[in-house]
């Protein structure tokens, strides 16, 4: 009979084969078939070792506790190997050996600034856990992003959220990780955000932004300065726009509030998921985590679900996104809308609202730091209303195509997104499965890797933006690099939108959504900091759930008396 020493070796020796021929290809997420494949494995080691000890129990633990042990040894040793594929990305130990560290870090919502610290310290390629790269070089975009580039990263297995009711069909646009299936599901919202849609979501903006205005006249009509939470108004504006734009009616939290608290329960629902983007072993145990941690995420997902259905029941007073995109998609006659509306419910929520809400809330937050910048916009725009008057003989504002003329409104909102990017960290990729992987410059990304292009870093980089790169310095987006002291402005890096077949179709919205509503609210209003403010404090409290998520904006808000 073998010594009690032997048999743990031969478990150990199996532990090590095991990871070596399966669990380094095949990351399992089921507990079932890990337990099932473990227990497996060791019932010859515990069969013998039962013979040894005389006790099932104790062989049990011993057979199941080496092998375990063993595993894990090994996993920590080849992750930190020069084998494995990664092995020639600098980056800081703790990421190579385990994904905890980053999970803790998107808990905290500062991997933003994580990231961007990591790139400063290790280079323009990092490797930011066991099996994924971070990457800064521009030469490379076009291979993880661009047409040449690969589909969606697995973190979108986690990052989905599904109503109930395309649960099985996860044919949600953001979602999808096959390109093919991507493409086919993009040309109807490629098409939705069409020249003529455009003009169908600005009325729904005009509507919007007058109510806005009406409000926060409201406010001051005594003639005095009055404390806002801005950042709470434009919320509550983006998500009423979103209402009409997506659904063809408004949620009316300008006029009415937000009773039932939808706005936090939409950005609390982000937490777990980020969270659960760098573990995703943790979902099979999500039955077993205190209700707590999903409450916010079942709320959102029955408001979407809710909104969905109410679409679905009735005939949209206008010419909605999903009039749109229904009216593009092959619907068979006689079958239900619902599917198609519910796979992208939540995805249209979060793009119509959220990113719009943080970037109006940088810009005005940047506007208010810098009061030079505020009175040029204002100069600017009250200039081309002027010229405007004159030349149509109306107060009105000209087609909001022109807006994207005005320079220094456009340069204040392109230095907001290069500074404060929505989606500050996370454009992942991976190569595609059943591909076999994919050659990025000198690196292999075997199946099962991952690369992501973190826009905060790239856009705080000196070699794309400078002088000034952490600056809020708008003056660079009107200096060529013949201007004194030269100045390098590298468009092709300012990706707060992505690139490629992936990047925002909501973009041409996005702008036109931003100048107006900034053009309108700096012609109207005047705004600064209440005494005391540390104005540090908006940019610290800043999270980076995927999307960005802020605090309050107090700002003291007045009838703008001209430039
Ligand atoms: C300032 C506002 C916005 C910012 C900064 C922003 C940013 C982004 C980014 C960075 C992505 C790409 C993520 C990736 O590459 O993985 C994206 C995708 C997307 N955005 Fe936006 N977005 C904004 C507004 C909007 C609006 C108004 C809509 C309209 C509903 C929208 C709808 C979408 C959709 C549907 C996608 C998925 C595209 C795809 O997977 O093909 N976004 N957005």
């Known amino acids: 009979m073998p010594s009690m020493a032997q048999v743990l070796f031969a478990d150990a020796v199996l532990a090590v084969g095991s990871h070596y021929l399966w669990f380094r290809k095949y990351e399992p997420t089921s507990y079932r078939v890990i337990s099932a494949v473990i227990l497996l494995l060791t019932s010859p080691v515990t069969y013998t070792l039962l013979n040894v000890t005389g006790n099932a129990p104790t062989a049990i ?28 990305c600098p980056g800081p130990l703790i990421c190579k050996v385990t994904k905890m560290w980053t999970a803790y870090l998107a808990w905290t919502g500062k991997t933003h600034l994580y990231y961007l610290g990591l790139h400063e310290k290790y280079g323009r390629i990092v490797r930011i856990g066991p099996n994924d790269i971070s990457v800064t070089d521009k030469a490379l975009f076009p291979h993880i992003l661009g047409a040449q580039g690969m589909p969606k990263g697995p973190v979108w297995e986690n990052r989905r959220i599904v109503t109930a009711r395309d649960s099985r069909g996860h044919r949600s646009l953001h979602a999808v990780r096959d390109l093919k299936l991507h493409g086919e599901l993009r040309k109807p919202w490629n098409k939705a955000f069409g020249k003529e849609p455009l003009k169908d979501y600005e009325i729904a903006l005009v509507k919007n932004a007058a109510i806005l205005v009406e409000q926060l006249q409201d406010v001051c009509r005594d003639g005095e300065e009055v404390l806002i939470d801005g950042a709470q108004w434009l919320s509550y504006f983006s998500f009423d726009f979103m209402g009409d734009m997506v659904f063809g009616k408004s949620q009316k939290f300008l006029t009415e509030g937000d009773p039932n608290g939808v706005w936090d329960v ?69 079958t239900s809308v619902l599917p198609l509306i519910m796979a992208d419910a939540v995805l249209a929520i979060f793009g119509g609202s959220d990113t719009s809400a943080t970037t109006f809330s940088n810009v005005l937050y940047y506007l208010v730091r810098y009061p030079e910048w505020q009175m040029k916009v204002r100069k600017e725009v009250d200039d081309a209303l002027r010229f405007v008057a004159e030349r149509n003989g109306s107060s009105a504002f000209p087609d909001l195509d022109e807006l994207a003329e005005w320079g220094v409104l456009n340069a204040v909102i392109n230095e907001t997104l290069r500074l404060q990017p929505g989606a500050p960290t996370l454009l992942q990729r991976g190569p595609a499965p059943g591909s076999g992987g994919k050659q990025l410059g000198n690196i292999f990304l075997p199946e099962g890797t991952t690369v992501q292009v973190p826009p905060y870093a790239v856009h705080r980089d000196s070699r794309y933006f400078y002088p000034r790169t952490k600056d809020f310095w708008p003056e660079r987006w009107f200096r060529g ?57 908006w940019e610290s409290e800043m999270k980076d759930r995927f999307l960005m998520v802020k605090g309050e904006l107090p700002v003291l808000i007045n009838i703008s008396q001209g430039p």
């Open 266 to 334: 939409m950005q609390e629902s982000l937490v777990f998921r980020t969270v659960a983007q760098h573990i995703p072993w943790i979902r099979p145990l999500v039955p077993f985590l205190p209700s707590s941690f999903l409450r916010a995420d079942t709320a959102f997902r029955k408001f979407a679900a809710s909104q969905a259905k109410a679409r679905a029941q009735s005939e949209p007073l206008s010419r909605d996104l999903f009039y749109h995109l229904i009216s593009n998609t092959e619907v068979e006659p006689g």
């Open 61 to 88: 633990a011993l057979g199941v506790g080496t092998f375990m042990a063993a595993l894990f040894t090994s996993i920590i040793v080849y992750r930190l190997s020069p084998w494995h594929p990664l092995s020639s």
């Open 481 to 537: 690099p013949e201007a004194e002291g030269g100045c390098v402005l590298d468009r092709s890096v300012f990706i707060p939108f992505s690139m490629g077949p992936a990047n925002c179709v909501g973009k041409p919205l996005a702008l036109k959504q931003l100048r107006y509503v900034v053009a309108v609210l700096v012609h109207n209003f005047e705004f600064r900091f209440p005494e005391g403010y540390d104005a540090a404090d």
